[in-house]
């Protein structure tokens, strides 16, 4: 019998890219099964989420309870040490050809962990698509996460056309490339020559013009352009961002927008560092949670 559910309706084309990201944000509903119209696929979801609707959906017979996993592309990664759970989420779906277990946190300047290969080919490397754009990712030697997808789309809905954005820790460019659909110029910094030397393969992957790759320490930035250059400023170095604030506030325009992110515990946890730099609005929102009691948040400031 089907059940009523909560669920996204996307066209065929972007099925398997949206699938994943539900998964990747813990969203796809294990309980029921996918269904599919001449067009359309239909994603039952856990609960009510942007874009969701009700539909109808068949409940599965038997629960296919996956282990907790992080899917980037082709990679599945979990942080509990299972050959066995290894071995079933390869077989779970075709597109899976790697299973990491990861063995540390996010740790120094490059922001990257350590990886063991637990299942398929031995690589930490793996193609991923986000909302119609390709990228290369290379797991162990620069940062990337699939679960921020949705927040780079909330930042491109909101903003102009024509905008001059900065990206001071790109990494290998997943905001860099979302947000490039609508800004005029794009410069994209990092210091790791890993992430830059990837960020390039994805600027060229998906076509991209107006993008301009740095390698660099983002604390150089205002010796290269002059004060108030830019409309938009993305700071995702959420461990380490606060040394860096003074100069994302010098090169940010007045009436322009500062994404802060930062990993903290409390609501608010930053509003007095940043009350140090603008008396403009400031909203805070949470982004995912990260850790027991910890959550990443993003801080949308307005310069003044
Ligand atoms: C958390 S990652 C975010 C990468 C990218 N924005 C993303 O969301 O995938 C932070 C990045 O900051 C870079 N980074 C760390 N210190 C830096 C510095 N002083 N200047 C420029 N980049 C830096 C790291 O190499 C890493 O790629």
Redesign the pocket.
């Known amino acids: 019998m089907p059940e009523k559910c909560w669920g996204i309706k996307v066209k065929k084309i972007i099925g398997e890219e949206t699938r994943q990201r539900l998964i990747a944000d813990g969203n796809l509903h294990p309980d029921f099964k996918p269904k599919k119209d001449s067009e359309h696929l239909y994603f039952p979801v856990k609960e009510k989420i942007p874009d969701s609707e009700t539909f109808e959906f068949e409940a599965r017979s038997v629960k296919q309870e996956l282990p907790r996993h992080e899917l980037i592309g082709g990679i599945a990664v979990i942080h509990e040490k299972s050959n066995k759970d290894a071995e079933m989420l390869l077989r779970s779906r075709p597109v899976i050809h790697t299973v990491l277990y990861s063995e540390s946190a ?1 740790t120094g ?4 962990k350590d990886y063991q290969v637990l299942a398929g080919g031995n690589t930490t490397e793996t193609d991923y698509t986000e909302y119609g754009l390709r990228f290369k990712i290379d797991l162990s030697k ?4 699939a679960r ?1 997808a949705n927040e780079r789309q909330r930042i491109l809905n909101s903003m102009k056309e024509g905008e001059r954005l900065l ?10 490339v979302a947000l490039s659909r609508k800004a005029s110029v794009v410069i994209a ?4 020559p890993d ?1 830059v030397r990837l960020m390039d393969e994805n600027i060229r992957l998906n076509r991209i013009k107006n993008i301009t790759p740095m390698l ?4 150089h930035m205002p010796g290269i352009f002059p004060d108030g250059s830019f409309d938009r400023i ?1 700071m ?5 961002s606060v040394p ?1 604030l003074k100069t994302a506030f010098q090169l940010c325009r007045k009436g322009g927008v500062i994404h802060f ?1 930062s990993i903290q515990e409390e609501e608010g946890g930053m509003m007095e560092e940043l009350r140090k730099f603008t008396t403009g609005k400031i909203t805070e929102r949470k982004v995912r949670s990260y850790a027991p009691k910890l959550h990443h948040a993003v801080y949308d400031v307005i310069c003044e």
Request: hydrophobic residues 50%.
């Open positions: 996010v300047e490059y922001r990257t620069a940062y990337f996460s921020l990206d001071l820790f790109a990494g290998v460019g997943p905001f860099a910094n990092d210091i790791n992430a660099g320490d983002a604390l993305i995702n170095l959420p461990m380490n860096f992110y």
